[in-house]
């Protein structure tokens, strides 16, 4: 599923007026004035103006305005020409004159209008963040104190956005290229004539084997020197894996990618050396076939590919030193997700291959693949350091990016996004697949820091575009994903869902399994949000299945934590817990903090359920201390919650006011409104607790809004399930119904919903509907135990009303 792009642009602007002649153009508001006068325009043909003023600084090539007004690179030339035509009339400009848009023969349009920028006060967005108080004497909060800018975040997994940074940033291994080589200019225009390099067909010894993506990288990476546009390696091999013969595998490619030549390489070992043929086959014509002879098979194949060259209108091979076999044998590793193999061979390197500056970023890489982040950022800062200013940019650029990778990973998104912006300047206009992973990896680091939201998205649009004309379709894919994953954040986990169902099916195709993975654990933690644990747990059980087929533990642990959580919403309590505790004790897991902390919450949790309020206390407390520092404040607020509730079950009303006042104090400087909402809801409780009903009453009803504000389900359930279930015990049954008829609609999917309608028609004496509430809850509950003050028989009198 690819999402219209302007939409996605209109949202992702700032607030800028633009003055140029007579004319002003608001990108916010998508208004275009002459003379004050409002100029109606079609959405395309703003969308055109828009792009063009907003990368003024450069020409803008035809596929890329293509894709940023329809969505699509290959737009017919003739509706291009139309779109500049219309905004070209609607600003007084002419195609003899190009006062404003200028044409670049051959390439594209320029904006070259000298502009005078306005950006008007940013309106404040109408978001309450109360004052936050736990002091007994304390009256009701305001209802309205400050106004934040920030949208609503809801209680949606950091890990999500960390795996997809890795699924986003963590490809670059297939992207190397030596130091020495420059690609050469592409021609835009070619972006969509693209070349699918299939695995070289390999006739020698079982040691020869890693010259099948070997080979393939080598040819793939050699016609992308000579400025042609090759489908990603990666695409291909996910597409392929456990498939069978070359003629199969032409077909697949073809019917997934539709390239407009296939390039299949033949490797045969002889008595004299190694024969290379490499094949060219176009749809629509006869093959063309180049076969070279070499004592050394890397050697051949690049002149096979030579040879190659002048068929696809090139008339030169590019220049370029062959690369160190070593080099070529642990990318063929990295290519097909290797990392033990590719660790082997850097071990058993001699130590001047392994000082090598491509050999050191494939150990980077290599690391990260393994979940080694500590190390893997000592080796990219390592090689940037030997690198220096005056070090390769293309490979200093890779080098940051990995580091980015890593400190995302390791929680440092501050560090990470400068790292990507580093990538960038290095990087320029050179490598567009390169470019829209780096663009979509600061955008998981903007996302996950939740203070720039609208820059994140804007990010995950420029990944589109460049990725879009590098033919990248499973980086795409993982694109689509990071949108789901800020669609969650921000409230919407319908809407994410869908996008998370349409990555799986990207990659379900493609066999791609660390990013399927991810697509599944993000699906599990949509329909808990939207309280469907059992097609949560359906999820689970589907990912369980695939965690046996992945090499990243990091995945693994990911898929486990979230198999976790829908156990845990089914009553399968024993294995829920089992599971968690396995997560908090894996000796590989020291570096995945976020998974750590969260499992010791989550089993916090459950043990306070459970009926273990010292044990609930210990986990949570370890949960506080493994989000001090980071971007786990929503983990954290949710710790503190469990341990006050905790506290108070102990009986020790003391510490629990101590810990309320400082979960207080801490969350006065946190703008994230789901951690407003645990906070309220937790002082709410406090005062409940301290017999304060009518701070807690409006408190509660505080926090139910924010709830309520945002329509996440799981949202609005865990504050109405706590009011309710308090009202009904202080007999408030008239104020309690409207509270529990808010969760009437989940009552058939959730064990906590049911059991709170069951509550509340005992409560009322309303025996039928008690015993179908009670009914429905039992076929919930799994293990858990109902509580007794549900399941004794109502009192047959009617019970007075309590406003």
Same mark, same amino acid.
């Given at each position: 599923?690819?999402?219209?792009l302007?939409a996605? %642009?209109?949202?992702?602007?700032?607030?800028r007026?633009?003055?140029?002649?007579?004319?002003?153009?608001?990108?916010?508001?998508?208004?275009?004035?002459?003379?004050?006068q409002?100029?109606?325009?079609?959405?395309?043909?703003?969308?055109?103006?828009?792009?063009?003023?907003?990368?003024?600084?450069?020409?803008?090539?035809r596929?890329?305005?293509?894709?940023?007004?329809? @969505?699509?690179?290959?737009?017919?030339?003739?509706?291009?020409?139309?779109?500049?035509?219309?905004?070209?009339?609607?600003?007084?400009?002419?195609?003899?004159?190009?006062?404003?848009?200028?044409?670049?023969?051959?390439f594209? %349009?320029?904006?070259?209008?000298?502009?005078?920028a306005?950006?008007?006060?940013?309106?404040?967005?109408?978001?309450?963040?109360?004052?936050?108080?736990?002091?007994?004497?304390?009256?009701?909060?305001?209802?309205?104190?400050?106004?934040?800018?920030?949208?609503?975040?809801?209680?949606?997994?950091?890990?999500?956005?960390?795996?997809?940074?890795?699924?986003?940033? @963590?490809?670059?291994?297939?992207?190397?290229?030596?130091?020495?080589?420059?690609?050469?200019?592409?021609?835009?225009?070619?972006?969509?004539?693209?070349?699918?390099v299939?695995?070289?067909?390999?006739?020698?010894?079982?040691?020869?084997?890693?010259?099948?993506?070997?080979?393939?990288?080598?040819?793939? /990476?050699?016609?992308?020197?000579?400025?042609?546009?090759?489908?990603?390696?990666?695409?291909?091999?996910?597409?392929?894996r456990?498939?069978?013969?070359?003629?199969?595998?032409e077909?697949?490619?073809?019917?997934?990618?539709?390239?407009?030549?296939?390039?299949?390489?033949?490797?045969?070992?002889?008595?004299?050396?190694w024969?290379?043929?490499?094949e060219?086959?176009?749809?629509?014509?006869q093959?063309?076939?180049?076969?070279?002879a070499?004592?050394?098979?890397?050697?051949?194949?690049?002149?096979?590919?030579?040879?190659?060259?002048?068929?696809?209108?090139?008339?030169?091979?590019?220049?370029?030193?062959?690369?160190?076999?070593?080099?070529?044998?642990?990318?063929?590793?990295?290519?097909?997700?290797?990392?033990?193999?590719?660790?082997?061979?850097?071990?058993?390197?001699?130590?001047?291959?392994?000082?090598?500056?491509?050999?050191?970023?494939?150990?980077?890489?290599?690391?990260?693949?393994?979940?080694?982040?500590?190390?893997?950022?000592?080796?990219?800062?390592?090689?940037?350091?030997?690198?220096?200013? /005056?070090?390769?940019?293309l490979?200093?650029?890779?080098?940051?990016?990995?580091?980015?990778a890593?400190?995302?990973?390791?929680?440092?998104?501050?560090?990470?996004?400068?790292?990507?912006?580093?990538?960038?300047?290095?990087?320029?206009?050179r490598?567009?697949?390169?470019?829209?992973?780096? %663009?979509?990896?600061?955008?998981?680091?903007r996302?996950?820091?939740?203070?720039?939201?609208?820059?994140?998205?804007a990010?995950?649009?420029?990944?589109?575009?460049?990725?879009?004309?590098?033919?990248?379709?499973? =980086?795409?894919?993982?694109?689509?994903?990071?949108?789901?994953?800020?669609?969650?954040?921000?409230?919407?986990?319908?809407?994410?869902?869908?996008?998370?169902?349409?990555?799986?099916?990207?990659?379900?195709?493609?066999?791609?399994?660390?990013?399927?993975?991810?697509?599944?654990?993000?699906?599990?933690? =949509?329909?808990?949000?939207?309280?469907?644990?059992?097609?949560?747990?359906?999820?689970?059980?589907?990912?369980?299945?695939?965690?046996?087929?992945?090499?990243?533990?990091?995945?693994?642990?990911?898929?486990?934590?979230?198999?976790?959580?829908?156990?845990?919403?089914?009553?399968?309590?024993?294995?829920?817990?089992?599971?968690?505790?396995?997560l908090?004790?894996?000796?590989?897991?020291?570096?995945?903090?976020?998974?750590?902390?969260?499992?010791?919450?989550?089993?916090?949790?459950?043990?306070?359920?459970?009926?273990?309020?010292?044990?609930?206390?210990?986990?949570?407390?370890?949960?506080?201390?493994?989000?001090?520092?980071?971007?786990?404040?929503?983990?954290?607020?949710?710790?503190?919650?469990?341990?006050?509730?905790?506290?108070?079950?102990?009986?020790?009303?003391?510490?629990?006011? =101590?810990?309320?006042?400082?979960?207080?104090?801490?969350?006065?400087?946190?703008?994230?409104?789901?951690?407003?909402?645990?906070?309220?809801?937790?002082? =709410?409780?406090?005062?409940?607790?301290?017999?304060?009903?009518?701070?807690?009453?409006?408190?509660?009803?505080?926090?139910?809004?924010?709830?309520?504000?945002?329509?996440?389900?799981?949202?609005?359930?865990?504050?109405?399930?706590?009011?309710?279930?308090?009202l009904i015990?202080d007999?408030?049954?008239?104020?309690?119904?409207?509270?529990?008829?808010?969760?009437?609609?989940?009552?058939?999917?959730?064990?906590?919903?049911?059991?709170?309608?069951?509550?509340?028609?005992?409560?009322?004496?309303?025996?039928?509907?008690?015993?179908?509430?009670?009914?429905?809850?039992?076929?919930?509950?799994?293990?858990?135990?109902?509580?007794?003050?549900?399941?004794?028989?109502?009192?047959?009198?009617?019970?007075?009303?309590?406003?």
């Amino acid at each position: 599923m690819a999402p219209h792009l302007r939409a996605r %642009y209109a949202r992702a602007v700032a607030r800028r007026i633009f003055h140029f002649d007579s004319y002003s153009i608001d990108l916010a508001t998508r208004e275009l004035r002459h003379a004050g006068q409002l100029v109606v325009l079609s959405p395309k043909v703003f969308d055109c103006i828009a792009w063009l003023i907003e990368h003024r600084d450069r020409a803008v090539g035809r596929d890329e305005l293509g894709a940023a007004i329809w @969505g699509k690179a290959d737009v017919a030339d003739t509706q291009l020409v139309q779109a500049i035509l219309k905004a070209r009339r609607a600003i007084g400009d002419t195609g003899d004159e190009q006062r404003a848009i200028r044409t670049i023969p051959r390439f594209g %349009y320029r904006w070259v209008a000298e502009l005078d920028a306005e950006e008007p006060a940013a309106p404040e967005t109408a978001l309450a963040a109360p004052p936050l108080s736990a002091s007994p004497s304390a009256g009701p909060p305001q209802a309205t104190v400050a106004r934040r800018a920030h949208p609503f975040r809801a209680r949606w997994s950091i890990a999500a956005f960390v795996l997809l940074a890795l699924v986003a940033a @963590g490809t670059t291994r297939l992207y190397l290229r030596q130091a020495q080589t420059r690609p050469a200019e592409r021609d835009v225009a070619t972006a969509q004539r693209n070349i699918a390099v299939l695995p070289a067909a390999i006739g020698a010894e079982r040691d020869w084997t890693w010259l099948r993506l070997g080979v393939m990288d080598l040819v793939a /990476e050699r016609l992308r020197d000579a400025g042609l546009a090759v489908v990603p390696s990666d695409n291909v091999v996910s597409l392929l894996r456990d498939r069978g013969e070359a003629e199969t595998a032409e077909r697949i490619v073809r019917e997934a990618i539709a390239p407009q030549w296939v390039v299949a390489p033949v490797v045969r070992r002889n008595a004299s050396g190694w024969v290379v043929s490499i094949e060219l086959r176009n749809v629509d014509g006869q093959p063309r076939a180049v076969e070279v002879a070499d004592a050394d098979p890397v050697v051949a194949a690049r002149r096979a590919v030579g040879g190659l060259l002048p068929a696809l209108g090139r008339t030169h091979e590019p220049s370029g030193e062959a690369a160190d076999p070593l080099v070529s044998h642990i990318r063929a590793a990295l290519l097909g997700n290797d990392f033990v193999t590719a660790q082997r061979q850097l071990e058993a390197a001699a130590p001047a291959q392994r000082d090598l500056p491509e050999v050191r970023l494939l150990q980077g890489q290599t690391d990260f693949g393994l979940g080694r982040f500590e190390l893997a950022r000592e080796r990219f800062t390592q090689l940037l350091d030997a690198l220096g200013e /005056e070090g390769d940019p293309l490979l200093r650029a890779r080098a940051e990016k990995g580091r980015a990778a890593s400190l995302v990973r390791l929680s440092d998104l501050r560090g990470a996004e400068r790292d990507y912006e580093a990538a960038l300047a290095l990087l320029g206009n050179r490598e567009p697949a390169l470019e829209g992973q780096i %663009y979509s990896g600061r955008g998981v680091a903007r996302a996950l820091r939740g203070e720039d939201d609208e820059g994140a998205m804007a990010d995950f649009g420029r990944a589109r575009i460049a990725l879009q004309l590098a033919g990248d379709t499973l =980086a795409m894919a993982g694109v689509e994903m990071n949108e789901g994953a800020l669609k969650g954040r921000r409230g919407r986990p319908d809407e994410a869902l869908a996008s998370f169902r349409a990555a799986e099916q990207h990659f379900a195709r493609f066999d791609s399994r660390s990013n399927l993975a991810a697509a599944l654990a993000n699906q599990i933690e =949509a329909h808990l949000a939207l309280l469907d644990p059992a097609r949560a747990l359906e999820v689970g059980e589907r990912g369980q299945v695939l965690a046996t087929r992945l090499a990243d533990p990091s995945v693994r642990r990911l898929l486990a934590y979230w198999h976790a959580n829908a156990l845990s919403a089914v009553g399968r309590l024993a294995e829920a817990d089992e599971q968690l505790d396995a997560l908090i004790r894996a000796p590989d897991a020291v570096d995945d903090v976020g998974i750590r902390a969260m499992s010791r919450s989550r089993k916090a949790t459950l043990a306070l359920a459970t009926g273990r309020p010292r044990n609930a206390a210990a986990l949570a407390r370890e949960a506080l201390a493994g989000t001090a520092a980071g971007p786990w404040k929503d983990v954290r607020s949710e710790a503190w919650l469990t341990l006050i509730r905790a506290l108070r079950s102990e009986g020790n009303a003391a510490e629990a006011a =101590a810990e309320m006042a400082r979960f207080s104090d801490w969350a006065r400087d946190v703008s994230d409104p789901a951690v407003v909402v645990t906070v309220r809801l937790a002082q =709410a409780e406090q005062a409940w607790g301290d017999h304060r009903d009518e701070v807690a009453a409006s408190t509660y009803a505080e926090a139910l809004a924010l709830a309520e504000r945002f329509t996440v389900p799981a949202e609005i359930a865990r504050v109405a399930v706590s009011w309710g279930t308090t009202l009904i015990a202080d007999g408030r049954l008239e104020a309690a119904g409207p509270v529990v008829g808010r969760l009437a609609r989940w009552s058939g999917s959730d064990y906590s919903c049911a059991l709170l309608q069951a509550r509340l028609y005992r409560a009322l004496g309303q025996r039928p509907a008690w015993q179908a509430a009670l009914a429905q809850a039992r076929s919930l509950a799994g293990e858990r135990a109902l509580p007794a003050t549900v399941t004794a028989e109502p009192d047959s009198d009617a019970l007075a009303l309590r406003p």
